[in-house]
């Protein structure tokens, strides 16, 4: 049933844009491509990003750093029932859109898409946002200072987010 | 903050790899990680600019405005101080509305014309006012109809149900939207008057 409502969702989605188009008379196709140029530009303005960040992550990865800090964080994870895979996508969410997303593709890489840390790791990346970069962006757009309790409680949101995707991913697929 | 965690991860991975004994396969890594990002931004070109394509459409069929009178009674909850007609609301509602799309280019420069209205009405400058603080937390919160990136990016690794984490994202975000909101409503009576 989930299953079943999770593809629906998306071709459902597409009919009912392309008909509100034409019910509101828009020229569709043209609309289409300008849109996909500017979704062509958006892609290739994150690749250098993309590029520095999974070369970093694999080299560090590959020279068994990785493994030694989710060891280390092991103890906390096994305790709450997070894969230990997860932890360094969790703390690196809140502060970079790009070097997590580098992170989920080496997880999809290693453990796979369909594992349950591919899961997890999916529904963290859908349902969290970069938190720092947000913050600074739009405070720094009209010099606020103090930004009082906005991180604490964007914070706590996220850490909901992480906690309930696990939760969900271990009831759904475990 | 990013350039510390980039060459730190760098860096001491250098360092590891001594200790481990497995320079080559570090020095082998760099590559093939550059290497994989090129595919997996190939992976996501395609429904990237398919999904932006869309999207587009809907902007221009006025699917944006159309949805922002819906949630427009929310925003008395969540402002009760501002009136809802004010520049300041209709601005957060559209941000609001272009994010649920995942019209992110849109959203932003949005979200900064709230950001300026609500500051011409705050009374302490330099200081968020309540209202900005729910605002930026609700930013901070991602509630989007389709999580494109996640599910290309799933299908391109071979996923055999790339769709199947739409709806416990959406499950997760409403969670983590609502513990966001009633977080800054708590701690903004909390201390609101005297910070």
């Known amino acids: ?174 | 903050m990013m350039g510390y965690i980039w060459g730190g991860m760098i860096i001491t991975a250098f360092f590891f790899s001594f200790l481990t004994g497995n320079i080559e396969t570090v020095a082998q890594s760099a590559l093939t990680g550059a290497e994989n990002a090129v595919e997996m931004a190939m992976g996501l070109l395609g429904m990237m600019c398919f999904w932006s394509g869309l999207l587009e459409i809907a902007k221009r069929a006025g699917l944006t405005e159309k949805l922002a009178k819906c949630i427009r009674p929310l925003t008395k909850l969540l402002f009760p101080k501002l009136n809802p007609d004010s520049p300041a609301v209709t601005a957060m509602v559209m941000n609001m509305t272009a994010n649920f799309l995942g019209l992110s280019n849109a959203a932003t420069p949005l979200g900064l014309a709230a950001m300026t209205e609500l500051d011409k009405i705050n009374s302490k400058k330099h200081i968020a006012s309540d209202e900005m603080c729910m605002f930026v937390v609700i930013n901070t919160a991602s509630i989007t109809l389709i999580p494109t990136t996640v599910i290309t990016l799933r299908a391109a690794a071979g996923s055999a149900d790339p769709f199947g984490i739409i709806v416990p994202v959406w499950i997760c975000s409403i969670l983590a939207l609502t513990v966001g909101v009633i977080t800054a409503k708590i701690l903004s009576k909390g201390k609101g008057r005297r910070l």
Request: some cysteine; charged content about 10%.
């Open chain 1, 1 to 174: 049933m989930l299953k079943y409502c999770s593809v629906m969702i998306m071709p459902a989605v597409f009919v009912l844009i392309i008909s509100y188009g034409y019910a509101n008379r828009v020229d569709v196709f043209n609309a289409f491509l300008d849109g996909a140029k500017s979704g062509l530009k958006t892609l290739f303005g994150i690749l250098p990003a993309l590029v520095g960040l999974m070369a970093a992550i694999s080299m560090f990865r590959a020279s068994g750093a990785l493994q030694f800090l989710t060891g280390l964080l092991s103890p906390f994870t096994n305790h709450v029932g997070i894969p230990s895979e997860i932890m360094p996508l969790a703390l690196l969410r809140p502060v970079s859109g790009s070097g997590s997303l580098a992170l989920v593709n080496d997880l999809f890489k290693t453990a796979g898409p369909d594992s349950l840390a591919g899961r997890i790791a999916s529904v963290i990346m859908g349902s969290t946002e970069t938190t720092f970069y947000t913050l600074a962006v739009y405070y720094g757009s009209v010099n606020i200072r103090r930004t009082r309790h906005t991180l604490p409680a964007a914070l706590l949101a996220d850490l909901t987010g992480i906690l309930a995707g696990t939760l969900i991913c271990l009831l759904f697929y475990h």
